[in-house]
Each structure stands twice: as structure tokens, then as C-alpha cells.
């Protein structure tokens, strides 16, 4: 199951020392993110949880946690997007947010690098 999310993201700066952050808007560049795979479980805690695997096509400032709030499903942990996630998981110590694959072809050819999930977030 694949849903393609298509929505203009622009760059705003936030309050002051908090950076920038991004926000869907018409005004914005075209973004688009490929929600591939996604499980459903349950957190250590017994609360309904979701991993998701996601294709990035564009770039842009906080792409994947923009995008997903916009959907009403913010990433755990996320205090830019969803102030109500910020640390009220004992399990999880911080954003859940994890490349577990890179792939780019620049220069002298492909790049195809793999990670686990690491300790902190299992």
C-alpha cells in the first residue's frame, strides 16, 4: 500500500534561537514524499503506535515531519510539529525519526548505505 503526499512546503522562521521550520502552504515550493510501508503495534506502553517507511523525491527543511503532521500523524517526540508528543513517552528519549537506508548517485556512482534501528529506539 503506497499514498503519495503532494503539498507546497515553506520555509518560516520560528522565535527566536528555535530556527526555521517548514509548513504546508501555497506559497511553498513543491514537496513530495512517498509513504511506501507502514505497521501497525503497540508501544511498550500499550499505546497504538505506527512505523512507517517512507521515499523522499524532493528535499526540503523537515520534509518528513511537515508532511506528516499535515496528515494529523505528527512523529513521536516531535516538540516543531506536534508540541503534544514532546516528552510524554518514557520509552522513547527522543524524536523517532531513523534513515535506515541512503541511496544517491553522485559522481563516481551509486551509494547505497544501511543502518539499524539504533538501541535507544528499539
Known sequence: MERHVRVPLLKVEQQ???????IVSPLGRPSH??????WSMK??????IS????????GRLHQIRAHMASLGHPLLGDDVYDRRTFNVCEWCPRLFLHAFRLCV?????????????????R
Request: proline letters at 11%; charged letters at 25%; a negative charge.
Open 16 to 22: 527566536a534561537g528555535r530556527g526555521a521550520r517548514s
Open 33 to 38: 514524499t512517498e509513504l511506501r510501508r507502514w
Open 43 to 48: 508501544a511498550p506502553t500499550g499505546e497504538p
Open 105 to 121: 548517485n553522485i559522481g563516481d556512482g551509486p551509494i547505497d548505505i544501511q543502518l539499524p534501528l539504533p538501541e535507544d529506539l
Open 51 to 58: 512505523m512507517v517507511e517512507v521515499r523522499l523525491h524532493t
